[in-house]
């Protein structure tokens, strides 16, 4: 596509309750990334893969987090039993070369009640 | 890790100034990146910078490896510069893929 898309745009759940949330990196991009960003902070790392290969998930907070990109294209980001802390603005990039010129997704703002 | 700082936290300026914003990093660093995020949210790379000056129209950064610091000038700001300015750079010395970010410049260009 022409740029990141990610969905949901926006997800309301409650606690307790698994949530997917899906990224779209743009063609031909190989390295693709998972930030989390906190209301009035710089985005957090959280995992990043290059084609399907998860080359470092040491950003992820817990186990309930979870990532994947099985065809080297498309990838979730998977949070089980949701809590209220988990509540952030979820954040996919991609980029052509790894580690250079990342392009952001819009993002996916995750509110856990 | 490596430790990003970036100076001033806010700025407001009057439409036609310019600025300049800094970024401090802890360690040499291989990977320097930096990004606006607008008023709504999304959140877009300005400059791939690990070492040299770079300009693109009204936006020029500047980054001294040796020194560990970068520089992003606005000249002529206009209101659509408003928004958040980050810089990033790798996570740890030995990584030039994930990145840090520093806690950003609120910049306000007032019309």
């Known amino acids: 596509g022409a740029g990141v898309s990610q969905s949901p745009r926006y997800k309301v759940t409650k606690r307790g309750q698994d949530v997917a949330l899906r990224c779209d990196p743009i063609?031909?991009?190989?390295?693709l990334y998972w930030y989390r960003q906190a209301l009035g902070q710089g985005p957090e790392f959280l995992t990043y893969?290059?084609?399907?290969?998860?080359?470092?998930k040491s950003g992820l907070p817990n186990d309930r987090f979870s990532a994947e990109r099985p065809e080297g294209s498309i990838s979730t980001l998977t949070i089980q039993r949701t809590e209220q802390r988990d509540s952030a603005m979820y954040r996919c990039?991609?980029?052509?070369?790894?580690?250079?010129?990342?392009?952001f997704g819009e993002g996916s703002r995750l509110t856990v009640l | 890790g490596i430790q990003v700082e970036q100076s001033p936290p806010d700025l407001i300026l009057q439409e036609g100034a310019n600025s300049t914003l800094r970024c401090n990093f802890s360690?040499?660093?291989?990977?320097l990146q930096w990004f606006h995020q607008n008023p709504w949210g999304q959140l877009i790379n300005l400059f791939y910078?690990?070492?040299g000056t770079k300009q693109n129209g009204r936006l020029s950064a500047t980054t001294v490896a040796t020194e560990r610091y970068s520089l992003l000038y606005i000249s002529s700001s206009q209101t659509t510069d408003s928004g958040v300015y980050f810089c990033?750079?790798?996570?740890?010395?030995?990584?030039?893929?994930?990145?840090?970010f520093g806690s950003g410049t609120q910049l306000t260009v007032l019309p």
């Open positions: 990039a991609s980029s052509l070369v790894a580690g250079r010129g990342l392009f």
């Open positions: 063609s031909g991009h190989v390295s």
């Open positions: 893969f290059n084609y399907e290969a998860q080359q470092d």
């Open positions: 360690d040499s660093v291989n990977n």
């Open positions: 910078i690990p070492s």
């Open positions: 990033a750079v790798p996570i740890s010395s030995g990584s030039a893929r994930q990145l840090t």
